[in-house]
């Protein structure tokens, strides 16, 4: 068919060409938004209720009292939470149950799930295979193929490196990647971490991979009860095995080589001062997640965890440095705010009566001549709660050797009795 000759009669076709595709397109786009990668993106309507409604809800929810500080103005994150540690309660919150993707953040439920499972002194000889399968890009602490790692040195490349080949390398050691997976996703459901869809281990970026500022500071939380977890996360820096090569004498050495906790509030940075009482936990950073952060920290008797995630600001540091407002905030506001949810326990676990405990067995416990955790001292016995730092003026001692104490009295000790899955 030959082109219209009128001009009038040309628009008009094109006007209704454009109307009908508006309207072919306007209801499917409407039924089935396509997700946004960008920051700014606004969260949905309706999100999961788990621990309090409030919590379900859009934007920033807070229950200020008398006296309580107002809210940090320039907090850029699309989502973050500030809880109490010990008794569960959030203090604040926004879009606390949005979907996203979490990064290295994901390596805490990991290593709650795996952690437990063998001694920290097994050897592991790593074979080509352990090593295959991980994202172009990713972190690594520099695990060789052909040597022998003990479960102690591949938990440091997890926690300080945030190794993606430490993480494949324990993977392959429980059962292989799938497994780990699918151990991971049963341990999130048990959390009622319900906002948690596992696809890899190592949190890299994978469709359908999500998770939650109000899931990662379950899976902390989680994790804290754990010795050994509290031990890696709260490791500044850590000498790190090499390769085996021969000396002058043609003797056999393995040479080693120092790693630092990529976790600036623990660490710090030429922007980023180490934030008094930090204790952990994880850091993580790809494309699709942007910047994600969970931390512990305590001060004046009380331990708060804050988690970050994507902070829409993207200058050098940022989720640390809105962490650390965050943590100012919550510290400053502990009692004089209305808690507007809580975190929940897992499963089969009674969410009170904790009575003084010790903390969860560690699997293979023992002295780490190579590392270098935070130094602690002893809790004030009186208050039964709060993580016994001695972290003083911002200045973290490291003590070759130490041990990273904690009170008697630590989150839910009744995690320890938690029901056998059925």
Known sequence: MSAPKSPAVRSLLVASAALLSLSLTAPAALAAPTPSTSPSATPPARMSSVGGARLGQPGTQVGLGAGAPVLPKDITARSWIVSDAESGEVLAAHNAHWRLPPASTLKMLFADTVLPRFPKSTPHKVAATDLAGMGAGS??????????????DLWLGVFLRSGNDAVHVLSAMNGGV???????????????????HVVS???????????????LSLFARSG?????????????????????TKNAKGKSVRESFEIQNTNRLLSGDTDVPVYQG?????NGNTTNAGATFTGVAERGGKVLLVTVMNPEKKEHNEVYKEAAQLFDWGFQAAGKVTPVGELVPPKGTAATGASPSSSAPATGSGKDSGSAPVAAASADGSSGVGIAL?????????????????????????LVRRRPRP
Not at 139 to 152: A, D, N
Not at 225 to 244: L, N, W
């Open 390 to 414: 001695g972290i003083a003026g911002g200045v973290v001692v490291l003590l070759v050797g130490a041990a990273f104490l904690v009170n008697r009295r630590w989150p839910l000790p009744d």
């Open 201 to 215: 281990p190592d949190g890299y970026d994978a469709p359908g991979q999500v998770s939650s500022a109000y899931d």
């Open 139 to 152: 972190s690594l602490v520099g695990i060789k193929e052909g040597q022998t790692y003990t479960v102690h």
């Open 278 to 282: 930090i204790a952990g936990v994880k």
């Open 178 to 196: 799938e497994q780990t997976v699918e151990d991971m996703q049963a341990h999130a459901d048990d959390l009622q971490a319900l906002d948690t």
């Open 224 to 244: 804290l009860q754990k010795k050994d977890f509290r031990e890696y996360c709260s490791t500044v820096r850590a000498a790190f095995p090499g390769e085996t």
